[in-house]
């Protein structure tokens, strides 16, 4: 409830300065028509993970996966990396955060070992690794619209070379500090049976079938919305009771649109203009690392969504863009209100009983996020 009720604090000052004309309403409008697209696919797809995971498709998933890992572990969390980046790349960082988390953690347990190195290669990988598609995350498709709206293609191979550095530094890390839980053998317990076959198998096609949708061309809210519909009426015949507003992450859409509007209206009051001075102009290896770095600081200060939204506008190349993207997609691994992915990933762990120490997870943060976002950085101008 803290979420929603710091979303709609939020959203009350945004609605202020509409009112007072701080903020104009043709802007706020304008913003309104750029964020809906990205609410709603969101919406979505949670409403399809969620569902998903009810017809069992993820446990399945979790028990074929513990088999392929033939007792290793480091076999298995070496499958776990793979899956959470072409989770991330193809269905965003937030499917990863609700969709694989539950997998992992479920599979660790059904294999005896420590669930929280998966858990934390899964939301590090969310994040760090969302630099590649438009669809990996929201900042992106924001920043697709700021370049001209290239091709998927086009975005990727700017993307490539930092892509590739941000998803492999955060797994060096976990690996390196995990080493005594990923070195051990391991033995499957019993497996689960599929409880309804109808629901799980048309639950796991529709998931098959939406992935390249994504990836197609097409508004990313109009397949997953399609979808996600598909599935609300299978389950409404099949299991009616999964069917309840509790599958909406309603909390976390009021925070956005609260943030969304927030900043939007703090642009209107001078914000521009202080983040410009700091965070500089250029595209030499310099100037990027100064605007990446300052993505990377607000993100985990207020949210990468609005630190974004923050930078966009001297964000002013697709160069630039890209290291801005860098900051505010890579950086968010400090805090826990630095990317909504951590905060969907949180509530994933809580929901099966799993603890983390928020201090070990910003000491860890702290470690890794700034060498990441550097390194990226540096990757992006050696390609330019």
Same mark, same amino acid.
């Given at each position: ?27 706020? +409008? ?8 990205? /609410? ?39 499958? +776990? ?5 072409? @989770?991330?790349?193809? /269905? ?23 669930? =929280? ?12 690794? &969302? ?6 995350? /929201? ?63 048309? &639950? ?20 997953? @919305? ?21 599958? =909406?992450?309603?909390?976390? +859409? ?24 700091? @965070?500089?102009?250029?595209? &030499?290896?310099?100037? /990027? =690392? ?26 002013? @190349? ?47 943060? =702290? ?18």
């Amino acid at each position: 409830m803290r979420t929603a009720i710091v979303g709609a604090v939020l959203l009350v000052l945004g609605g202020i300065a509409v009112a007072t004309g701080l903020l104009p309403v043709p802007e706020a +409008v304008e913003l309104w028509d750029r964020v809906w697209p990205i /609410l709603l696919f969101v919406i979505a797809i949670t409403v399809v993970t969620e569902l998903a995971a009810e017809a069992g498709v993820f446990t399945i998933l979790a028990q074929q996966t513990a088999r392929w890992g033939r007792g290793r572990a480091w076999v298995l969390w070496l499958l +776990v990396v793979l899956v959470a980046a072409l @989770s991330t790349i193809f /269905l965003s960082l937030d499917t990863t955060a609700v969709l694989l988390t539950p997998v992992v953690i479920v599979m660790a347990r059904h294999a005896g070992i420590n669930p =929280l190195p998966f858990a934390l290669t899964t939301v590090w990988m969310a994040n760090a690794g &969302s630099l590649l598609l438009p669809v990996s995350n /929201l900042t992106n498709l924001l920043a697709q619209h700021a370049m001209g709206d290239p091709t998927p293609a086009a975005f990727a191979a700017l993307m490539l070379a930092p892509a590739l550095v941000a998803m492999i530094v955060p797994m060096i890390v976990v690996f390196v500090i995990a080493r005594k839980f990923l070195l051990v053998r391991y033995e499957t317990g019993e497996e689960d049976g599929i409880e309804d076959p109808i629901l799980f198998w048309v &639950s796991a096609a529709v998931v098959v079938a939406l992935i390249p949708l994504l990836v197609s061309g097409l508004p990313v809210w109009l397949p997953t @919305s399609i979808a996600a519909l598909v599935l609300i009426a299978l389950f409404l015949v099949r299991r009616r009771s999964v069917v309840r507003f509790g599958l =909406l992450p309603w909390q976390l +859409v009021l925070l956005a649109s609260g943030l969304f509007l927030f900043i939007e209206a703090l642009h209107s009051a001078g914000l521009g203009t202080i983040m410009a001075v700091i @965070s500089g102009t250029g595209e &030499s290896p310099l100037a /990027l =690392l100064r605007l990446s770095l300052t993505g990377l600081v607000g993100a985990n200060a207020i949210d990468n969504l609005p630190a974004y939204l923050a930078l966009e506008p001297v964000a002013t @190349s697709p160069a630039r863009l890209a290291a801005l993207l860098i900051g505010v997609n890579a950086g968010p691994l400090i805090t826990p209100w630095a990317s909504l992915a951590t905060l969907l990933w949180h509530q994933r762990l809580t929901s099966f009983d799993v603890e983390i120490r928020w201090s070990r997870y910003m000491l860890l943060g =702290l470690i890794v996020a700034p060498v990441t976002v550097v390194l990226a950085t540096l990757a992006l101008s050696a390609t330019l």
